[in-house]
Each structure stands twice: as C-alpha cells, then as structure tokens.
C-alpha cells in the first residue's frame, strides 16, 4: 500500500546559508575540528582544512604518523573527509601516489592562501627506488567548494617508467564504481560516498582492486614531459551516489542540501519518535530519464541527506514493519525539508525486567518462522544489527512485517532466556512485557572478556558504541577497551548510556605486529593520551620478545597485565621461523606474559594427536598450554571473543575471575589484574563450573591458580557447574597433569545420578576423594556433547557445545614445594629435550 502527497518547494522550511572562507590550521588541543563519523583518525599535530562546505585532514609528514593498524605511514595523505552537514566520515584514507612515495621527516610544509584559496604543500623525503627522483603533493581547498583539490608532480629521471596512480582505503561495506565523469566508492549503510573527477573533463579515473585500491589516470589525465609527470584530482565528499551525482553538475555552485525525514505516521513511545534507517528511493519525474530510481538510506534517527538539482521529484520511503509512503515535491536552489510520514508500524514493543522488576540490558534475536530472518542492519553497525535488537536500558520498539516470528529475549549466561512466538499483523504493535531471571549464582566472581575489538583497530569497521552494547547486553561485567595498537576507551560511551555502573572498563591495547600469530599481545591498564599517535601507546615492532618487553614495560614500568594473544606456543618455546626444527624459539617472551589465550576450549576433550598429525592439529593452543605447564610454565589460561563484529560478537566467550564484589561499579582494575595473574579464573562459553580442593594439610578450600598441599595424596575435589535455561552441560571430566582420567569421566549416562534436573540451576554437584601418586596440575572440564546454543547465540557461535574449564589448582602431595612433571603429552615440543 502507498500514500501519496505533494506540495510545491515553497511550503519547504527554508534553512539558513552561512558562508565561511576556506582556512588551513594546524590542530591542537584548543582548536579541535568538530568532524563526526566512526572512522575519523585526526591527532594533535595533524592540518585541517575546512570551508563552508567540506572538512578534511591532512595527515602530518611524521615517519611515525599511522591512521591505525593497517593503514600505515600515512604522511601527507588524507585520513577524514566529510561534509560539514552532515559531518560524517567513513574514508580510511586518500593516500597520494599510493604509498610509493613518503612523505615525512624532513620533509617540509608549506601553508597559506592564493587567491580565494588555501593551499596545503609537501615534497616527499624518500622515492620508492632511491632514484633521486621526488614527489610533491598540493592540496587546494577554495572558498565555498565542495570538493578539494590534489595534485602531485613526480620530478626525476625515471618519470617515464611511473604509473600515474594513487591509492584509497576505503575499507567495510564500500563499493568501488565509475560513473560517465567520476570514479567513486561508496558505502550506502553508514551514508558515505567519495567521488574522484578529472578537472579535465575526459572521462573517469579507473580502479584496480587493491589495498589500497589504485585510483588509476589514464594519458589524457596526466601531464608527462622530460624529467616532470603531474596529475589533479578532485575529491568530493558525499553522502550516496545520488548526492555526488548532484555535487559534480556544478562544482562551482553545488546544488543545495536537502534534509529527509522519515517519521512513524502514529505517536510512537516516548524515546522512539523515528523511523531507524528507512530506505528512500528518489526519481526525477522532469528529467530526461524520469524512470531512473537513486536510492538514500537515512541514519538511526530516519534522517537522509542528498543535494539536489532545481526539479520535480518523487520520493518514496519504506522501512522494515511499516508500509511506504510516496511524496511528490519541487526542489529550488535553496536548502530544504521533506517529511515522509509513513502509516502504522507493526511489530512489537517490549519491556524488559530482572526478577526485582528493574529494567536491564537486553539482546533479542529474532526468527522469522515463515519467510527470511529480519536483516535490520549490517554485522558492524549498533543497536539493531542483523537480526539482533541490543536494548541497553531493557525497552525495544522493534517494527517487523507482518508474518510468524520467535524471539528470544537473554542477556547472557546467568539469567535464563525467554522466548515469545508472535504472529505479527500489518499496523499493530503487540506489547508485552518480558522477565529474566538471574539463576546462575556467581557470588565472588565476575564475568570478562579481555579483547575486544572495533572500527579503532583498523581491520575492520564496527561501531565501538555498538561493542559496547554488545558487551553489556550480554552481562560482561568487566571489559577493557583493547583495540589494535592504539590505547582508547569505552568510557564516554558508557558514560553517555548513563551506565558506567553496569560495567567496570579500563584503557588498554592489543599491540599487533608481525610474526603473526604469535605478536599480538593485550595489555591494560595504560595512560591514555587523547588524540595522540596511538592514543600514547608503543609501536609495534618485527621482533615478538622485543615488543612484549616494550609493552610490558610501557608507561614507566607501569603495573600492568600483559596477555599473548592467540599464540603458536611451539613457535614460542622452540621453533622461530614455524619450519619444524628446534630453535631457540622465541621463548624470552614467557618471562613477560601473565596469561595466555587457548581457545577453543573443546579441543581438551579431544584425543590427543600423534606425532604423526598435521602441524595444524598440533597447534592448538590449549595442547600447547596443557605442555608448557608440564614444563613448569605456570602462566593461567584465559579465553576471548577477539570480536570484530557486533552480531553476537562479544559474550560467546567469556572468563569467569575472582573478585572481592559483585556489583560492576566497585570492581577495581588492580583486583583484576591481580586475579588473573594468579590465575583464579574459569573459561567457559556459557557454563559457571566452580571447582575447590581440600587436603588434611589445608583447611580453607583451594580453588583454580591456587597451591593445594595434600601430603598424604588425596584431595577432596568439590564441582559443581550451573546452567540457565537455553544451555546445558552432560559431562564432567577431571584431568590431571593434562591427561584425561579414566576414574574421573562422569556423564549423564553413566552418573545420572550426579547430574541434576535440566530445568534447574544446578546441573552437576558432587565431592569426591581424587588420590594423586605425584605432584599434579588439576583442571576440571565439563561439556555438553552434542548440544548447541544456536537459538540465543546464533549460527556462526551457538553451534559450538557448552563448555567450560577450570584453571588448575597445583597440588603438592610432598610438601616440598610443587614440581612439575616435564611430561610431553606424547606430543613433540619443539626446544624441549625430546
């Protein structure tokens, strides 16, 4: 069904036109620019230019300047461009010659105003052959332009062997096209398009697929004479195609900005007075191809922007659970507003309490049970993000279309879930409310993922607001904020949710170098330093042992925790260049790690490989970990999401730590870091596995980290591991010295009796007498074989079992300190005497 209206640009609200001229300036602490979007990469130190019309930063020539992890000596080139309104940047980075030429120390910089422009101008300090041969990149911004200008001059003997090309880093969901005059990328959800045009008017530069891409000119866009090869480029930021399209006609005189709103046609609850993300697709009913559809996607509020040419229009708005609305109207010169009001959503409000009736942070995940699963938006985008809804304050307005649905409502493993199956009729919102029950009791621990990641990092483009919601949706109580080689935060956005108190946070990093995997390390907490390179934090470096002593001596040898990362621990110990042969390995690093990742967990329920398996199989790291500790490595165990993604990217993994309260606004970031350096910790997936010791020698229990002496051998082991509804667990195995003991496998089918009723908390509790001939290392494991989690944490993660697995406790039978067993796990081990 569609409704149509129209009215003439003169009922338009007209807004008002400030003109500016352009100005260039160095950025510092009282001059910050006010440029918006989640890939803005600006420091102190960098240059801005801006007019009335556009901004942009130019990266200083520094040989330390890096937008962030993977875009990397990045002097001289552009890292934000946007639109002033609405300021939105989403580029990566406009990088001259595409890399081929530096431009940093000692290179010089010259600013300053011709004519009704200013001007940004710098040789580069290295040419990619030591040719002698040099670069020089101007950037011109003229007053009242939507576009800047850049053009580069190579001067040297061997122009004529260089290819006319730069580079652009657009990275996520951009799409890379040409159109008849100008080459551009797009991304359409998050609202960006950056056109590149000839000045001379003979066709589109062309792109080769790269990183960067390569912005390639052709002969008759370039300038080529003995000894000189030149080029110009005009960048135009836009919000879609349909804009940029618009912006090129008349670059002298873009046309003007026109807002659309999109707004629900009935009085929504209070808080949801938008329409999130409508698709409007806009057709020029007086143009000489009045059939051709452009379509604009609007922000989370229902707004959309474009620039159009003086003409007739139809819009024509539509968004998930509502039917479109057409609208007809005349655009002028002058700037304007067109309302889409659409009819009554469908779909479903819902409010969301714990067992004391207070509003709390939920995920819904939704099922179509007739048609395709809602799709409300991209894997890196916040709040509605494919076909999940993250409500932080417990209340959700979700349209849906008319259809059979099945929602399932958690917030993650200590509450149950609760699912609603819905029959959904067009222009009604079915209201309900929804009650999840904290069950699992974890009195004296709290739940964590140690790395995380978001658009910050530079390998990937995910909204940090969005992580945010995810790590608090899915009740992680303590999360530092550990994006690739820059320290950041999450702080301003929970403090903008008004929920600091809901999740402890600290300052941190995941240094990211190369050999991969083994240098990559997390650290926290570090001094953040407010747009400077890399937030204040170190440089990566080619040497693993090299780096981690950096970061762990960071910040004036600092008190810090220092995790190593998804690591190849055989490269580590004894096999540097990963060829097979002993070597010294890289092994120095051990001595500056305090915990280690060995994900996935449910390879410890895995037989062992033989010497005769693929190097693969014999890389998993839990293996290695289970051997290292038998070598008297006694570094804890810890497991992550390393999330890049917010569709159920953070809570599938988690630590369970040791900690002196329960409530997330008193945790204190020394108490964890101290926790985990002793290794009071358990890893799980969803499972809460709590595991104590007892010996005649010791009368207060010891639990995962600690030292248990028991002179006589025996240990009362006590485990017990809690559920909520949507998971469970049909195993318990106890392993010792990192093998599997055969006395101490209990499943549901031969220990039924220990296990307890599936609609209850509590699946396993029991104690029993572990005898031990040595000194061993016990950890406890329990699983759910063939079970999965899919309806709460999806596809990609739910199909994984329920797991979970203890730290070891390390019990001496001697009372002459523990001593490990140097057993091998039948496995080769690479500089260990074989």
């Known amino acids: 069904m569609s409704k149509t209206l129209r009215f003439a640009c003169a009922m338009l609200h007209a807004l008002p036109?400030?003109?500016?001229?352009?100005?260039?300036?160095?950025?510092?602490?009282?001059?910050?620019?006010?440029?918006?979007?989640?890939?803005?990469?600006?420091?102190?130190?960098?240059?801005?230019?801006?007019?009335d019309q556009i901004s942009l930063v130019i990266a200083a020539p520094r040989g330390t300047r890096d937008a962030n992890m993977t875009i990397r000596n990045i002097g001289g080139s552009i890292l934000d461009l946007t639109l002033n309104h609405p300021s939105n940047d989403q580029l990566g980075a406009y990088i001259p010659t595409a890399g081929r030429y530096l431009f940093r120390e000692p290179a010089r910089v010259e600013t300053g105003r011709g004519g009704d422009a200013v001007f940004w101008q710098c040789s580069s300090s290295r040419s990619p052959r030591?040719?002698?041969?040099?670069?020089?990149?101007?950037?011109?911004?003229?007053?009242?332009?939507?576009?800047?200008?850049?053009?580069?001059?190579?001067?040297?003997?061997?122009?004529?062997?260089?290819?006319?090309?730069?580079?652009?880093?657009?990275?996520?969901?951009?799409?890379?096209?040409?159109?008849?005059?100008?080459?551009?990328?797009?991304?359409?959800?998050?609202?960006?398009?950056?056109?590149?045009?000839?000045?001379?008017?003979?066709?589109?530069?062309?792109?080769?697929?790269?990183?960067?891409?390569?912005l390639r000119y052709t002969d008759a866009h370039v300038e080529r004479n003995s000894g000189l090869l030149r080029w110009t480029v005009l960048l135009y930021p836009a919000t879609s195609p349909l804009d940029l399209l618009s912006a090129v006609q008349d670059s002298e005189a873009p046309p003007a900005m026109h807002t659309f709103r999109v707004l629900p046609g009935t009085l929504p609850p209070e808080g949801f007075d938008s329409v999130n993300r409508a698709q409007i697709v806009l057709r020029a009913t007086d143009s000489a191809q009045p059939d051709e559809l452009i379509s604009l996607q609007t922000n989370d509020q229902g707004i959309g922007h474009a620039r159009l040419v003086p003409g007739s229009y139809v819009a024509v708005a539509s968004a998930i659970g509502y039917d479109s609305v057409e609208v007809g109207f005349d655009a002028s010169g002058e700037e304007g507003s067109v309302t889409l009001p659409l009819a009554a959503a469908s779909g479903f409000q819902a409010e969301v309490n714990d067992e004391q009736n207070e509003a709390i942070p939920v995920k819904a995940t939704i099922y179509s049970l007739d048609a395709d699963h809602p799709k409300f938006g991209l894997s890196s985008t916040r709040t509605f993000v494919e076909n999940c809804v993250y409500s932080v304050h417990g209340r959700l307005h979700c349209p849906l279309d008319p259809g059979e649905y099945e929602i399932f409502f958690s917030r993650g493993p200590e509450y149950n879930s609760e699912s609603r199956k819905l029959d959904v009729v067009a222009g009604q919102m079915l209201q309900f409310t929804v009650q999840l029950d904290r069950v699992v009791d974890t009195k004296g621990w709290i739940s964590?993922?140690?790395?995380?990641?978001?658009?910050?990092?530079?390998?990937?483009?995910?909204?940090?607001?969005?992580?945010?919601?995810?790590?608090?949706?899915?009740?992680?109580?303590?999360?530092?904020?550990?994006?690739?080689?820059?320290?950041?935060?999450?702080?301003?956005?929970?403090?903008?949710?008004?929920?600091?108190?809901?999740?402890?946070?600290?300052?941190?990093?995941?240094?990211?170098?190369?050999?991969?995997?083994?240098?990559?390390?997390?650290?926290?907490?570090?001094?953040?330093?407010?747009?400077?390179?890399?937030?204040?934090?170190?440089?990566?470096?080619?040497?693993?042992?090299?780096?981690?002593?950096?970061?762990?001596?960071?910040?004036?040898?600092?008190?810090?925790?220092?995790?190593?990362?998804?690591?190849?621990?055989?490269?580590?110990?004894?096999?540097?260049?990963?060829?097979?042969?002993?070597?010294?390995?890289?092994?120095?690093?051990?001595?500056?790690?305090?915990?280690?990742?060995?994900?996935?967990?449910?390879?410890?329920?895995?037989d062992i490989p033989s010497k005769s398996s693929s190097g693969r199989r014999r890389k998993i790291a839990m293996l290695q970990w289970l051997q290292l500790l038998n070598q008297g490595h006694r570094i804890p165990g810890v497991i992550n999401t390393d999330s890049h993604y917010n569709h159920h990217g953070s809570g599938w993994r988690r630590n369970w730590f040791a900690c002196s309260t329960d409530d997330p606004a008193?945790?204190?970031?020394?108490?964890?870091?101290?926790?985990?350096?002793?290794?009071?910790?358990?890893?799980?997936?969803?499972?809460?596995l709590s595991v104590s010791g007892k010996s005649r020698n010791r009368k207060d229990a010891a639990g995962p980290g600690d030292n248990l002496v028991a002179k006589d051998g025996d240990v009362s082991l006590t485990i017990r591991v809690q559920c909520p509804n949507w998971l469970d667990v049909n195993r318990v195995q106890v392993f010792i010295n990192g093998r599997a003991s055969a006395r101490h496998n209990y499943t549901r089918k031969n220990s039924d009796e220990l296990f307890g009723d599936q609609h209850e908390a509590v699946r396993f509790d029991a104690a029993f007498t572990l005898t031990l001939e040595e000194d061993a290392?016990?950890?406890?494991?329990?699983?759910?074989?063939?079970?999965?989690?899919?309806?709460?944490?999806?596809?990609?993660?739910?199909?994984?079992?329920?797991?979970?697995?203890?730290?070891?406790?390390?019990?001496?039978?001697?009372?002459?300190?523990?001593?490990?067993?140097s057993d091998k796990l039948d496995l080769p081990l690479p500089g260990a005497e074989q």
């Open 17 to 51: 036109t400030t003109l500016w001229a352009a100005e260039i300036r160095v950025i510092y602490p009282e001059s910050e620019p006010t440029i918006s979007g989640k890939e803005r990469d600006w420091i102190y130190g960098d240059y801005l230019m801006t007019n």
């Open 130 to 214: 030591n040719d002698a041969s040099t670069a020089t990149v101007r950037y011109r911004l003229a007053d009242g332009n939507a576009f800047v200008e850049a053009t580069v001059r190579i001067e040297g003997n061997t122009v004529e062997s260089i290819a006319p090309f730069d580079g652009v880093r657009a990275d996520g969901w951009f799409k890379f096209d040409t159109s008849a005059s100008t080459a551009f990328c797009a991304d359409a959800f998050f609202r960006q398009t950056i056109g590149f045009r000839s000045p001379i008017d003979l066709g589109p530069p062309t792109w080769k697929r790269g990183r960067p891409y390569q």
């Open 448 to 606: 964590a993922d140690l790395h995380s990641h978001s658009s910050p990092s530079g390998d990937n483009t995910s909204d940090q607001y969005g992580r945010v919601e995810n790590l608090l949706c899915e009740h992680l109580e303590f999360a530092p904020c550990t994006e690739h080689n820059r320290i950041n935060s999450y702080a301003p956005h929970l403090k903008k949710m008004n929920l600091s108190h809901l999740m402890a946070t600290c300052t941190g990093i995941e240094l990211t170098g190369s050999p991969t995997p083994v240098n990559h390390q997390n650290a926290f907490p570090l001094h953040y330093r407010w747009r400077t390179q890399n937030g204040g934090g170190p440089r990566a470096s080619f040497n693993p042992a090299v780096q981690i002593e950096r970061l762990a001596m960071w910040d004036n040898e600092s008190k810090k925790l220092v995790q190593m990362n998804h690591p190849n621990l055989h490269q580590i110990y004894g096999d540097a260049n990963a060829d097979g042969i002993a070597d010294e390995g890289f092994r120095e690093m051990l001595r500056w790690t305090d915990v280690v990742e060995v994900h996935p967990l449910e390879t410890i329920f895995q």
């Open 666 to 688: 008193k945790i204190s970031t020394d108490e964890m870091v101290r926790e985990i350096e002793a290794g009071h910790i358990v890893m799980s997936n969803g499972p809460f």
């Open 777 to 821: 290392h016990v950890i406890v494991a329990t699983i759910g074989e063939g079970l999965t989690m899919e309806n709460v944490m999806g596809g990609r993660y739910g199909r994984r079992p329920p797991i979970a697995v203890s730290n070891p406790i390390f019990v001496d039978v001697d009372g002459n300190g523990f001593q490990h067993n």
